[in-house]
């Protein structure tokens, strides 16, 4: 990835600089011609000035200055003839232009920029002048400035190579930790997070993945759990079906059918929760609409209290006036109550009351008996022990893990007479009002 982004960076770079560089070579080539042109036609046109002069005041005109290095000039009759100095023994075309028209003549010759200048005598021309000077020459005069250019355009690119590293690294890491991340949740880590960068679109990857870790980790957890939450579960609808049939058995000449009937109850039951069980471990999306408070009461009181009345205790459901409508699971509120329900049975004593009210705009249900309550801290209380623990087991932690996955809350609110109180979020805007 680092490779990758380095060598883009690096080809870009020298696309930009190849793209503006050559081009500007080639200019810079262009106008050292045009200055040379310029010089050679500056000495050009001084000389034939003072030649003209000379033919003015005596017969033999001036001698021929000495011209730059690497620049030839050289002097020609009327009729063409080389008279002084360098240059072809006959006119060129360059020369015969000039005599011709009577005027400056810029030209090539063999690869030699030309520039040849009038000589005047009188009314006439005389001859004329002609500076040269190889092109490669005036190309060599540009090396300094081409090579000022090549190290400013190499400067250019270590510069790019030296950001492009930077970036590089800047775009790389977050990607190879984020990968390190997937990695490691898909090894069965799902407490991994990956962190943000400040990469807008890496970071939305490393949201999602973090998400998906949450959310995976949630599943497994409860799919790994689920055994012993069944077990927990389905104790007490089991004891009641194997105390009744047992029971059935010992008296044979008895109608067997109400026994029948109350084993069927037991099972639909055992069946209800068991079904319930597997939506919260396998996460089922719930239905978009609001928790029947009073019938799920009523069917928790309805399998509950035959078994406690046998025992000589009574169970209330209390449901006090306008109470607020609330998105939770009935699968995981039914559970959470039988949770409680079976503590209040086990633990506790008298009387089990089930109150749902209205807590300050949020659901709140009360689960109280008349027992002597508990001593125990609620942080130990709601703690997951072990599968052979006594006490409340892995229940109350159950129900407290299943209330905040749905963003509810379960609480001791008094510790003697006992009263553990589930608080659940107010239903939806957009469902529609009663009435």
Request: hydrophobic share 40%; net charge neutral.
């Amino acid at each position: 990835m680092r490779q990758r982004i380095l060598a883009v960076g690096l080809l870009a770079a020298v696309l930009a600089t190849g793209l503006f560089g050559i081009p500007f070579a080639i200019v810079v080539g262009q106008l050292r011609i045009a200055d040379t042109r310029s010089q050679m036609e500056r000495l050009a046109d001084r000389t034939a000035v003072d030649i003209t002069a000379a033919y003015a005041t005596k017969r033999d005109p001036v001698s021929l200055p000495t011209p730059p290095r690497g620049t030839q000039i050289g002097l020609y009759d009327q009729h063409g003839r080389l008279t002084d100095g360098v240059g072809p023994a006959h006119a060129d075309s360059s020369v015969r232009a000039a005599m011709g028209a009577g005027q400056v003549t810029n030209g090539d010759d063999s690869g030699d920029l030309v520039v040849a200048v009038p000589v005047d005598r009188g009314e006439q021309v005389a001859g004329a002048v002609r500076v040269s000077t190889s092109r490669s020459q005036a190309y060599w005069r540009t090396v300094p400035t081409w090579l000022t250019m090549a190290a400013l355009a190499l400067v250019g690119l270590a510069a790019a190579a030296t950001f492009a590293r930077i970036q590089a690294g800047r775009l790389a890491k977050p990607l190879e930790k984020l990968a390190g991340s997937a990695h490691e949740l898909g090894d069965g880590d799902f407490s991994v997070r990956a962190r943000t960068s400040g990469i807008r679109e890496i970071d939305s990857v490393a949201s999602s993945l973090n998400s998906t870790a949450d959310r995976l980790g949630g599943l497994v957890a409860r799919e790994r759990a689920f055994s012993a939450d069944a077990s927990h579960q389905l104790r007490t609808p089991l004891t009641g079906l194997r105390l009744g049939l047992e029971m059935a058995l010992d008296k044979p000449d008895e109608d067997l059918r109400p026994a029948v009937g109350a084993a069927i109850e037991h099972a639909d039951r055992l069946e209800r929760i068991v079904d319930d069980l597997l939506d919260l471990a396998r996460d089922v999306p719930r239905r978009n609409e609001p928790l029947d408070v009073a019938g799920l009461l009523a069917d928790l009181r309805a399998d509950r209290l035959p078994a406690l009345t046998a025992e000589g205790r009574s169970l209330l459901v209390v449901v006090e006036g306008d109470i607020p409508r609330s998105a939770a699971s009935p699968s995981a509120v039914r559970q959470i109550l039988s949770v409680l329900l079976d503590n209040a049975t086990v633990h506790g004593a008298g009387r089990i009351t089930v109150t749902a009210r209205n807590a300050g705009g949020a659901l709140a249900i009360d689960v109280s008996d008349e027992g002597d309550g508990t001593t125990s801290p609620e942080p130990q209380l709601f703690s997951r022990r072990g599968g052979h623990a006594t006490g409340h087991g892995i229940g109350l932690p159950l129900a407290r893990s299943l209330a905040e996955a749905e963003g509810g809350r379960l609480r001791l609110s008094r510790p003697a007479p006992p009263v553990f109180t589930l608080l659940l979020p107010e239903r939806r805007a957009e469902w529609p009002t009663d009435g």
